[in-house]
């Protein structure tokens, strides 16, 4: 008798799933080392690296000080001379501080040697907002977005969180690799075996007919229980995990937007030449112009307040709310 095969999960928090991935990679490849504040002895800020330090030591998993334009150079020039190292900053808003060895020479190395060089790097920073104000709480991938070279990924789920990593920390060129703080402690099934999740590839997380809702990393998790609201109201709402910024997953987008005929993009970084624009015009090239309603940050910076904060970020109910506008259209 034969049986459906489902594959073996464990069951593990995000910030598990990273450490996994770090260290199935490192043991297979040596190249690979770990760079950033308190990713040592302490295992990360968000103790995602915790146990990395003991069983591969201080010269694969190297604490620095708070001088992150100085780590990201000198992982650029690691990259450039045939390692693979990994960058951790703790917060996406400094990573502004990096960008001109990370944009300049890292995502550029490839083109200005003719395809001789290029820069295995792969910067793992957090973004967004956990109480920690305005310059800890940013959400700034659509500006990495624009650069060519650079990949960018974003991870809703232990799975992908893990599946990703592997996918970067085998990949030739640089990449951004963001999580988000609110993530580190949620849990969910990992599969077992070795399993890496190719870039450029979204994720449809539930099925619908009425419009389409396209999102990444922690904001998956509104527009889900939003699309769980509505259909109480009888509005199917299909919702669409890019999990890769760059490359996008273009096919996925319009074969949805040409089903349902309404677009709704959610993130929690700004509006304004944001991720939500760019899923738009690359999906209306495909589509022709569709119903859209994009949802983002107000055009403030975070507060630490709490009550700020969550007035300035999209929830569950305001997500609703544009569900249903739209699907009035």
Not at 197 to 209: D, E, K, L, N, W
Request: proline share 6%; charged share 20%; net charge neutral.
């Amino acid at each position: 008798m034969l049986y459906d095969q489902k594959p073996v999960t464990a069951r593990m928090f995000f910030r598990e799933a990273i450490k996994r991935a770090m260290h199935e990679e490192m043991a297979r490849d040596p190249r690979i080392f770990i760079m950033g504040q308190d990713v040592g002895a302490f295992g990360g800020s968000y103790r995602e690296f915790d146990g990395l330090f003991a069983l591969f030591g201080p010269e694969r998993v190297r604490d620095t000080p708070v001088a992150e334009a100085a780590t990201i150079g000198i992982a650029a020039g690691a990259a450039a001379a045939g390692y693979r190292p990994v960058v951790s900053i703790t917060y996406m808003d400094f990573l502004m501080l990096g960008f001109d060895a990370l944009i300049n020479y890292g995502a550029k190395l490839r083109y200005k040697s003719a395809g001789g060089l290029n820069a295995p790097l792969v910067v793992k920073t957090t973004a967004g907002a956990a109480g920690q104000g305005v310059a800890h709480s940013q959400c700034i991938e659509a500006w990495l977005m624009s650069v060519p070279g650079l990949r960018v990924v974003a991870a809703s789920t232990p799975e992908d969180a893990y599946g990703l990593m592997k996918t970067a920390l085998r990949c030739d060129g640089p990449v951004v690799y963001i999580d988000h703080k609110r993530l580190f402690p949620i849990p969910g099934d990992v599969p077992v075996s070795e399993t890496a999740i190719p870039f450029g590839v979204a994720c449809v997380r539930r099925a619908g007919t009425d419009l389409t809702l396209v999102s990444h990393g922690y904001m998956m998790r509104p527009a889900l229980e939003a699309a769980e609201i509505v259909a109480a109201e009888g509005i199917s709402c299909e919702v669409i995990d890019l999990r890769s910024l760059a490359p996008m997953d273009v096919d996925t987008l319009a074969a949805s937007v040409a089903r349902t005929g309404r677009l709704l993009t959610l993130e929690e970084g700004q509006t304004v030449c944001g991720v939500g624009t760019e899923v738009a015009y690359r999906t209306f090239e495909r589509t022709g112009p569709m119903p859209w309603i994009r949802l983002g940050a107000l055009p403030a910076p975070v507060s630490s307040n709490p009550v700020l904060e969550a007035a300035c970020i999209p929830d569950a109910g305001r997500v609703a709310d544009a569900m249903r506008a739209l699907s009035a259209r």
